[in-house]
């Protein structure tokens, strides 16, 4: 159990000083968030990104957070090389002089953590926390992720969704989240998976059924499809088999599950759909990771 439980931090044992270090729009909504919980916040690499409530110190230099309760790293915690991805500042830092300031077992949060970012802090005594891998995170971005297809849908579109034949790949988080509001707005839908426990779920919950294996042959049949699954699940003779006006949505991580290239070559309107939570909802997604960072915090017992 989070320690928020939405009701403004009751029931929080501590306040504490954490600094938030580059990101995108979560990571500003994170920093209200947590300032609005009573935290003392620091904020660092966000400069472009608009006001910010006075509660949060917005600073320029890396003074004090040593002493920092927990630092948390944006989503994807890299950007460009071994930079900390930072889209809202003008500047460009390396994650290892981040790193540097830090002290050795010091609590730092960082999401979509590589092995070049996990060794560069095993390095110097750090642990990161990926709050990206943890699951209730994860449940949590599969309802905006949702949502902000559905809206990338409804504006590519020529037709209305209510009746349009629709496939979802992938009946996992996102998948299961996705389908049944397709419905609600009178989409046909079908679903694909692999394994045949999945399979007898998706006819259990009244959508169509294919085998994610199988499906060459049968996409001709759909006018929208959705994949969730982060392997080429549509390659080129996949996309070969679509109609001319079919919108191909891919909601996947990298490396992705459709060739893009071949889509470019087939006149295939495919769109890579990445990072949706922090662009279609991000206080929801900035909420997630407050819960899901005071999670981590009570776990280790700070």
Known sequence: MSYNQENGGEGMKHKWNIWILGGDQRQLRLAELLAADGHTVHTFALERGGELREEVAQEEELEGLELADCAVLPLPVMGEGSLLNA??????????????????????????????????AAQRGLTLHDYFAREELAVANAVPTAEGAIQIALEELPVTLHGCRTLVIGHGRL?????????????????????????????????????????????????????????????????????????????ASQPGGVDFDAARRLGVNAIWALSLPGKCAPVTAGRAIKNTIYNILNELGV
């Open 87 to 120: 889209p809202l500042s003008s500047g460009r830092f390396p994650l290892a002089g981040i790193l540097d300031r830090l002290r050795p077992g010091q609590v730092v949060c960082a999401g979509r953590v590589n092995p070049a970012a996990q060794a560069l």
């Open 175 to 251: 998948g299961r989240a996705l389908a049944p509001r397709l419905a609600a707005l009178g989409a046909k839908v079908s679903v694909a998976a692999r394994s045949w426990s999945d399979l007898a779920w998706i006819e259990a919950e009244g959508f169509g059924v294919e085998h994610s294996e199988q499906l060459r042959g049968w996409l001709c049949g759909y006018e929208l499809i959705f994949n969730t699954v982060p392997s080429r699940v549509l390659d080129e003779a996949a996309l070969a088999d679509l109609e001319p006006d079919c919108l191909v949505i891919d909601l």
